[in-house]
């Protein structure tokens, strides 16, 4: 029990340690981490004027006017009235700071909440509220913000309740359209339904959904507020003499800007880098708030898979000369934090001409990263691959150039993913999206595109196809709209169709059609199809040969008829059980016990060991191959299941 607590705890502490924290991908953008520590030097010294050996910033010298810098108890010199540039330099960036935050909370406070009750509320309330910004939005904002201050009297406080006014709109604006979409979504009207009111549906339900964007708006508009107060007092209208803050400051310098340029540079040398430093801060808090940063990514994807494989390994050569695809010894890795996920750990897998090959496993096997995988889309980062190789037609896919590997996507290899309507692009016809996807690849006229894509349609049998080519995928069922995929994915020469689950989403009938048309076209064009899948049945109607995934490794592969007749694997036999078999109603359908393990913290041995009735000591000791015991039927077990055996 202590080693099994032991185990638990180390568990525990790597995952909490592998994915990296807020501070860790803020340091890591070097521009974000660089505009923090400017702005923390600029606000501890702010912070520190009351205690810092400076003079009085108000007091005037007329005997030590205009001393350069560097001079004598006077290291940024002083202004034409004596006073000390260094001591209002820091007390006015004191007053600038907090007027910029002051302003930026106040509009933040107001432009949300208004944003929020008008997104959510919307009718009659969204549009009197928001007929109210656009009329605040019809001035220019600094035009508006001079009449305010004009209106109040020149003073700093008015001057920050202006700039606030004028900011309000666009907090409104952004947070309204955030709120707008949020209100019509399902856990809206769960919440509804549990008896909340719609003031604690507003605070509790949207709200925190909309806080990164209201942390973002705010974080890139601190820099502007200062920006805009400094230019108010620039102008007069804000700090006024002898209260110091940067507007004022370089607003008095430029009278003398040429016989004495310090004065103005001073302050505008602090207003540049405390914009720039807001800014650069800000946009690492964007980052930071990206799911997929959150997620471990600590840049954004690349439109190719990494591949670092090891150089001084040798680079599997491709099978027999008949296989159109040979995927040999493929690893593909993602690294997360200091964790490392093996999400393939060197899969074999072949297709020839025409042939259908079934993949089949639980969600996590690694179905879908080794379909991804061939044809370099898993992100990167975190993705890459580090071993292994992927023929088609004999060449290797990882050495091939990007060019490369753009013509023969949608080319040679085509995808059809499981939720057509996330495929298609929502704002774009389906006839455009064929006529873009045929000229990607073949130089046709406009005219000759949208002929063959009329062709198309009708080769996936959508009815009326001429006059589907103008619509929207929103207006397609389901199956119509996988439909379209089909004929994307067949809209050019193509050799290889990879499926990912493309009728897990669709109701049976729409199903067996769409296994039916995939049947039909790869026997009438030759074409092979690498199906992913966690339905035996499905596999039993449209695969000649199948590979069960487990953990990222193939666990056993054969014929379609040898493994739903002969399973030799224990997971092979437990997945056939969870099938329902028509006819018979009385048959015990046994789910498999426990999960898969994480491929994060692979144990020795077998990966199924733990779930496995016929686990042995053996099982766990070292890494087992795949024993093929003919050219096509192969297991991964060193108790494998004869025919006769019951598990």
């Known amino acids: 029990m202590t080693a099994v607590a032991d185990s638990t705890v180390k568990t525990k502490s790597r995952s909490k340690s592998s994915r990296p924290g807020t501070i860790a991908l803020l340091l890591n953008n070097t521009l974000a981490a660089t505009g923090l520590a400017l702005l923390v030097l600029v606000c501890l010294i702010a912070l520190a004027a009351p205690i810092l050996p400076l003079p009085d910033p108000d007091v005037t010298a007329p005997a030590q006017r205009l001393l350069p810098p560097l001079s004598p108890d006077h290291l940024l010199g002083t202004d034409h009235l004596g006073r000390d540039l260094l001591s209002r330099l820091v007390w006015g960036t004191r007053v600038s700071l907090a007027v910029g935050l002051s302003a930026t909370f106040i509009a933040a406070f107001f432009g949300s909440l208004i944003g929020l009750v008008a997104g959510y509320a919307g009718g009659r309330v969204d549009n009197v509220l928001m007929r109210g910004i656009d009329m605040v939005m019809a001035f220019p904002y600094i035009l508006l913000a001079l009449a305010i201050v004009a209106v109040l009297g020149p003073g700093l406080l008015n001057a920050l309740?202006?700039?606030?006014?004028?900011?309000?709109?666009?907090?409104?604006?952004?947070?309204?359209?955030?709120?707008?979409?949020?209100?019509?979504?399902?856990?809206?009207?769960?919440?509804?339904?549990?008896?909340?009111?719609?003031?604690?549906?507003?605070?509790?339900?949207?709200?925190?959904?909309?806080?990164?964007?209201?942390?973002?708006?705010?974080?890139?508009?601190?820099?502007?507020?200062?920006?805009?107060?400094?230019?108010?007092?620039?102008?007069?209208?804000?700090?006024?003499?002898?209260?110091?803050?940067?507007?004022?400051?370089?607003?008095?310098?430029?009278?003398?800007?040429?016989?004495?340029?310090?004065?103005?540079?001073?302050?505008?040398?602090?207003?540049?880098?405390?914009?720039?430093?807001?800014?650069?801060?800000?946009?690492?808090?964007?980052?930071?708030?990206?799911?997929?940063?959150?997620?471990?990514?600590?840049?954004?994807?690349?439109?190719?898979?990494?591949?670092?494989?090891?150089?001084?390994?040798?680079?599997?050569?491709?099978?027999?000369?008949?296989?159109?695809?040979?995927?040999?010894?493929?690893?593909?890795?993602?690294?997360?934090?200091?964790?490392?996920?093996?999400?393939?750990?060197?899969?074999?897998?072949?297709?020839?001409?025409?042939?259908?090959?079934?993949?089949?496993?639980?969600?996590?096997?690694?179905?879908?990263?080794?379909?991804?995988?061939?044809?370099?889309?898993?992100?990167?980062?975190?993705?890459?691959?580090?071993?292994?190789?992927?023929?088609?037609?004999?060449?290797?896919?990882?050495?091939?150039?990007?060019?490369?590997?753009?013509?023969?996507?949608?080319?040679?290899?085509?995808?059809?993913?499981?939720?057509?309507?996330?495929?298609?692009?929502?704002?774009?016809?389906?006839?455009?999206?064929?006529?873009?996807?045929?000229?990607?690849?073949?130089?046709?006229?406009?005219?000759?595109?949208?002929?063959?894509?009329?062709?198309?349609?009708?080769?996936?049998?959508?009815?009326?196809?001429?006059?589907?080519?103008s619509a929207y995928p929103h207006e397609l069922s389901g199956g119509m709209r996988q439909r379209v995929c089909i004929a994307m994915a067949l809209a050019n020469q193509t050799k290889v169709i990879i499926a990912d689950e493309p009728t897990t989403a669709l109701d049976v009938t729409v199903q067996s059609q769409i296994l039916s048309l995939l049947n039909r076209l790869r026997r009438e064009r030759n074409a092979a199809i690498l199906f992913i899948t966690h339905d035996f049945g499905v596999v039993s109607a449209l695969c000649d040969r199948v590979a069960v995934m487990y953990a990222g490794r193939i666990v056993e592969t054969g014929t379609t008829e040898e493994v739903l007749n002969s399973p030799q694997h224990p997971y092979t036999a437990k997945l056939i059980e969870c099938v329902p078999v028509l006819g018979e109603p009385d048959r015990r359908l046994d789910a498999i016990e426990g999960r898969p393990p994480l491929v994060n913290n692979l144990p020795d041995g077998c990966a199924f060991a733990d779930r496995c009735p016929r686990v042995q000591a053996a099982c766990r000791t070292a890494d087992i191959d795949l024993v093929m015991s003919t050219p096509e039927r192969g297991v991964r077990c060193l108790f494998p299941l004869k025919e006769d055996t019951k598990i």
Request: glycine fraction near 10%; aromatic fraction near 6%.
């Open 161 to 469: 309740y202006a700039i606030a006014l004028v900011n309000i709109p666009f907090f409104a604006r952004n947070i309204r359209g955030v709120a707008l979409g949020l209100a019509r979504r399902e856990f809206v009207d769960a919440a509804r339904l549990s008896g909340k009111t719609p003031i604690q549906i507003l605070f509790t339900e949207i709200l925190p959904n909309v806080m990164p964007v209201i942390v973002v708006t705010m974080s890139t508009t601190v820099g502007w507020m200062i920006l805009e107060t400094a230019g108010l007092s620039f102008l007069g209208l804000g700090a006024q003499p002898p209260q110091a803050d940067l507007g004022s400051m370089l607003g008095e310098g430029r009278k003398i800007l040429f016989t004495a340029p310090h004065v103005s540079i001073v302050p505008g040398l602090m207003i540049f880098v405390l914009v720039m430093s807001i800014n650069l801060f800000g946009d690492g808090i964007r980052d930071v708030l990206d799911p997929r940063l959150r997620a471990g990514s600590l840049t954004r994807p690349v439109a190719r898979t990494a591949v670092t494989r090891d150089p001084g390994k040798p680079v599997p050569a491709p099978g027999a000369e008949d296989r159109l695809l040979d995927i040999r010894g493929m690893k593909t890795e993602f690294q997360i934090g200091s964790s490392i996920y093996k999400a393939v750990g060197g899969v074999d897998l072949h297709l020839k001409e025409g042939e259908c090959l079934g993949v089949v496993g639980e969600s996590g096997s690694g179905k879908s990263v080794t379909a991804m995988s061939v044809m370099g889309m898993v992100p990167t980062p975190p993705g890459r691959i580090v071993e292994g190789a992927a023929y088609l037609d004999g060449e290797d896919l990882f050495a091939a150039s990007d060019q490369r590997i753009r013509d023969l996507r949608g080319g040679s290899v085509a995808y059809v993913f499981q939720d057509p309507l996330s495929t298609l692009h929502p704002l774009f016809s389906i006839g455009h999206q064929l006529v873009e996807a045929i000229q990607a690849h073949q130089s046709l006229t406009k005219s000759q595109a949208q002929e063959r894509a009329v062709e198309l349609l009708s080769l996936v049998r959508i009815p009326n196809p001429k006059d589907r080519l």
